[in-house]
């Protein structure tokens, strides 16, 4: 069983700079692909971005593409989220979830992934 907090999140301006956390329990964390998922004010949870189990394959949603990155950080059990030159759009809940992906369980499906955090506000104001 893995356990997951996030943190990082906060206030900013259009423009400005966050890197979210998501630290991992438990020494099974290399053992998951790990994902960032997102939940704006009245939308439902979208995909953000996932990274494999070995960091070789890394995946983000288009609107996210150039301005987001993804990491992690097996010795420190940690994955990250940079996230550069926000919009207030990205304004929302992040969660981290951790999870087996595969083709027939794809990393941009939430249902895929079997531990969440409890998530972390990021606003952006204009």
């Known amino acids: 069983q893995v356990q997951l907090v996030e943190s990082g999140g906060g206030l900013v301006q259009a423009g400005d700079s966050l890197r979210l956390s998501c630290a991992a329990s438990?020494?099974?964390?290399?053992?998951?692909?790990m994902g960032w998922f997102r939940q704006g004010p009245g939308k439902d949870r979208e995909f953000v971005a996932a990274i494999s189990r070995s960091g070789d394959n890394i995946y983000y949603t288009d609107s996210v593409k150039g301005r987001f990155t993804i990491s992690r950080e097996t010795a420190k059990n940690t994955m990250y989220l940079q996230m550069d030159s926000l919009k207030p759009e990205d304004t929302a809940v992040y969660y981290c979830?951790?999870?087996?992906?595969?083709?027939?369980?794809?990393?941009?499906?939430?249902?895929?992934?079997?531990?969440w955090g409890q998530g972390t506000q990021v606003t952006v104001s204009s």
């Open positions: 979830a951790a999870g087996i992906t595969s083709s027939t369980f794809p990393y941009y499906s939430s249902g895929n992934y079997a531990y």
């Open positions: 438990g020494r099974a964390f290399r053992s998951y692909d």
